[in-house]
């Protein structure tokens, strides 16, 4: 286990992979989780304190580790109880520019996220898919549904989903009722 330098802080996080959601402590550095899941020159990190759960059977506890490690690109999204532990806020949007909020509905192959993605300027599918270095973007009053469990129902202030996961992005203003 890797130890605290004083920049560091430990925050609560659930990760979502592909069969598992795992609960634990991180050690996020003063960028947040935003900064530590978007760092480059890492791709796995550790989860301290980990209780282990299957996506089948979201209330059965499968494990408990002191510390098991994540591999980052396998990570669908990351859930945590406050917005703060995401990062600064300019860090977390994308930098000190204005920015728009765009509710949207998210499918990956395991999870349907419904949230406020915050975006500087117009909407453009593309640039949010492809530009840019970080592959784990925030959304906001976030969401989170198995497809084929449907009762697995995470809500929360703020998550992080990995972009290089998504199958579809939809603008909830977009939406048609029928």
Request: aromatic share 8%.
């Amino acid at each position: 286990m890797s130890m605290p330098n004083p920049t560091q802080r430990l925050i609560s996080v659930d990760f979502f992979t592909t069969s598992y959601r795992v609960v634990g402590k991180t050690m996020v550095p003063t960028s947040g989780l935003s900064g530590l899941l978007n760092d480059p020159t890492t791709s796995f990190m550790e989860v301290m304190d980990a209780r282990l759960a299957r996506l089948h059977m979201p209330s059965k506890l499968v494990d408990h580790y002191e510390v098991v490690r994540v591999v980052k690109p396998q990570v669908f999204a990351a859930v945590v109880a406050r917005r703060e532990d995401l990062g600064p806020q300019a860090l977390s949007r994308g930098g000190y520019v204005r920015v728009t909020e765009y509710p949207v509905r998210i499918t990956t192959p395991v999870y349907e996220l419904e949230g406020t993605l915050d975006w500087s300027g117009r909407f453009d599918f593309s640039v949010i898919m492809i530009e840019g270095t970080r592959d784990f973007l925030p959304l906001h009053e976030a969401k989170l549904t198995g497809i084929l469990i449907p009762a697995l129902k995470v809500e929360s202030p703020a998550m992080l989903f990995n972009r290089r996961h998504v199958d579809l992005l939809g603008l909830i203003s977009q939406r048609i009722q029928e």
